[in-house]
């Protein structure tokens, strides 16, 4: 009899043992991964999330201001565009493009066909000023060039006229040389045909002189020789 109170005794304690520590504690058991571990993982999850976003968005962001130029060079090279105007000043110049497929428009800046400038808009009204606008920097940009180009040529033809003027210069001074030269031996051959001409003009005044005096003996020859004879015969 003792033995089964005791018995009884040991089973109620061990359901109350039971009761008091095993069921609270598997409860909050189930409680710290609810409570405690859940709303720290979605913030976790959630903050990289936003980070992620953020870098996508900046990185598109980045694409859509430095990628004007290789996306207008591409659709340049695939003939997707309409190139409905273009202006040069110089090496410079200022093109507006058209793509159809997306009605929108593309405004390039370059020099010596190298852009280095793009402005894309779906405005045509924006579109047709950004282009004015870039016309107008193209002609101010292209002064400099323009003047300098201008001065180059002037430098160049003025190298030409003096290389000429020179060159004529020296065919004058070689002409004047050699006129110099003939006038020196002209003036020589003036000098000694007019001491020759001096010594026969001495010379033949010499002979008249001789001639007359011959002839004054011979009239006197003939006078002496006809002498006695009558005359009229």
């Known amino acids: 009899m003792k033995y089964l109170l005791s018995l009884r005794c040991a089973i109620l304690l061990a359901v109350m043992g039971a009761s008091l520590h095993g069921v609270p504690a598997l409860a909050q058991e189930r409680e710290v991964p609810v ?60 093109s507006l493009f058209f793509h159809p497929d997306e009605m929108t428009y593309y405004v390039a800046l370059f020099q010596d066909r190298h852009i280095w400038r793009v402005i894309k808009t779906q405005d045509d009204t924006r579109a047709e000023a950004i282009y004015a ?10 002064d400099i060039e323009v003047h300098r180009t201008q001065l180059q040529a002037q430098n160049v033809f003025l190298d030409r006229v003096i290389a000429s003027q020179a060159d004529r210069a020296r065919h004058l001074q070689a002409d004047l040389e050699i006129g110099r030269t003939q006038q020196a031996q002209v003036n020589d051959r003036q000098r000694l045909m007019q001491a020759e001409a001096v010594a026969l003009r001495t010379e033949k005044d010499k002979a008249q ?15 002496q020789t006809e002498a006695g004879l009558p005359t009229g015969i």
Do not use: C, W
């Open 35 to 94: 409570v405690g571990k859940r709303p720290a993982m979605n913030a976790m999850t959630a903050e990289p999330a936003a980070s992620t976003s953020q870098a996508a968005s900046d990185t598109a962001a980045s694409r859509e201001a430095q990628g004007h130029i290789a996306e207008l060079i591409q659709m340049i090279h695939d003939s997707k565009l309409v190139e409905l105007r273009t202006t040069y000043n110089g090496s410079f110049g200022a």
């Open 133 to 142: 606008g870039f016309v107008q920097q193209t002609s101010q940009l292209a």
């Open 209 to 223: 002189a001789a001639l007359r005096a011959l002839q004054k003996q011979i009239q006197l020859l003939q006078r």
